[in-house]
């Protein structure tokens, strides 16, 4: 089958790039290389350079079979903080996505996420309260709900997965879109006290990159609104325990839900399941440091 990656240079895009690519499929990466990195790329897979906000480059692209979206600004403090380009990418950007997937009439596999949810009644499952607390969580939910339309008006296939705080290798350390693992172990690594924000006794549920990799693939097979977590959840403090050395705590962030923890349920009855603990992939990230 023929695949294209959007996003496929980045963090979470180009292990599922990695993954699609074993199996024996041919890959197109699109990428505008805002977060992704060359390091990243895939050398058996096509690579285009450019946005998916621009409609040029949609025009240029020959048909897909099933298109996995993942690129998008995906943090919620710069989200907070500038609004505006975050719009563009994930809400305009997923519009032009879906427009060339109903013109081609081809599959999409879109990367949603768990900040959608309040957080209160937790483990969480797919009907779960949303109370959308950034810009970033609000632009998920209205390009879930043009997907969901699409659907309805276009016969669109689609399988949304909400992610719970992916980490593992290729994660971003440093900058305005490093998720807190990456974040304190680099500063770990060189020597810096780990920056913990508020008491450190929220609580995430940690995912795998790589069993985030092979959700989407299995993907291809699902439709509708998928959780994918691991259904526990530690806190920061535990993190830091595990990683070891001095820590600071600075104040506290806005949109952030206090806890998350995914009720997987579905994904495991569709036959995905966690395979690695954050713990214990901390664990051995020391014995490189």
């Given at each position: 089958m023929?695949?294209?990656v959007?996003?496929g240079?980045?963090?979470?895009?180009?292990h599922?790039?990695?993954l699609?690519?074993a199996?024996?499929?041919?890959?197109?990466?699109?990428?505008d290389?805002?977060?992704?990195?060359m390091?990243?790329?895939?050398?058996?897979?096509?690579?285009?350079?450019?946005?998916i906000?621009?409609?040029?480059?949609?025009e240029r692209l020959?048909?897909?079979?099933?298109v996995?979206?993942?690129?998008?600004?995906a943090?919620i403090?710069?989200s907070i903080r500038n609004?505006l380009p975050?719009h563009e990418v994930?809400?305009?950007?997923?519009?032009?996505?879906l427009?060339y997937?109903?013109?081609?009439?081809a599959?999409?596999?879109f990367s949603?996420?768990s900040s959608?949810y309040?957080g209160?009644?937790i483990?969480?499952n797919?009907?779960?309260?949303q109370?959308?607390?950034?810009?970033?969580?609000?632009?998920?939910a209205?390009c879930e709900a043009y997907i969901?339309?699409y659907g309805?008006l276009y016969?669109?296939d689609?399988?949304?997965?909400r992610?719970?705080?992916?980490?593992?290798?290729r994660q971003?350390l440093?900058?305005?879109?490093?998720?807190?693992?990456?974040i304190?172990?680099?500063?770990?690594k060189?020597g810096q006290p780990m920056?913990?924000?508020?008491d450190g006794e929220?609580r995430?549920?940690f995912t795998?990159?790589?069993?985030?990799a092979?959700?989407?693939?299995?993907?291809?097979?699902?439709?509708g609104?998928?959780n994918?977590?691991?259904?526990v959840?530690?806190s920061?403090?535990?993190?830091?325990?595990?990683?070891?050395?001095k820590?600071?705590y600075?104040?506290?962030r806005q949109g952030?839900?206090?806890h998350?923890?995914a009720?997987?349920?579905l994904?495991r009855?569709?036959g995905?399941e966690?395979t690695t603990?954050?713990?214990?992939w901390?664990k051995?990230q020391?014995?490189y440091?």
């Open positions: 023929n695949y294209l959007t996003g240079l980045g963090f979470v895009g180009s599922v790039v990695d699609l690519i199996k024996g499929h041919a890959v197109t990466v699109l990428d290389m805002s977060t992704g990195s390091s990243n790329a895939n050398p058996k897979a096509t690579l285009v350079i450019g946005s906000t621009d409609h040029r480059i949609w020959t048909a897909f079979d099933s996995f979206h993942l690129a998008s600004l943090r403090q710069p609004p975050a994930n809400l305009t950007g997923t519009l032009r996505v427009e997937c109903r013109q081609h009439k599959k999409i596999i949603s996420s959608l309040e209160v009644d483990p969480t797919e009907d779960g309260k109370l959308w607390k950034s810009p970033y969580s609000l632009q998920k209205a969901k339309l309805e016969g669109l689609y399988a949304i997965l992610y719970f705080n992916v980490f593992g290798e971003i440093t900058g305005d879109y490093a998720a807190v693992v990456g304190l172990l680099n500063q770990k060189h920056t913990i924000t508020h929220q995430r549920d795998y990159v790589k069993d985030i092979l959700a989407n693939y299995m993907a291809l097979n699902w439709g609104v998928t994918i977590g691991t259904g959840n530690y920061i403090n535990q993190l830091a325990d595990a990683i070891g050395g820590r600071t600075i104040g506290d952030e839900a206090r998350t923890q009720d997987n349920s994904a009855s569709l995905w966690p603990s954050i713990i214990e901390i051995e020391k014995t440091m």
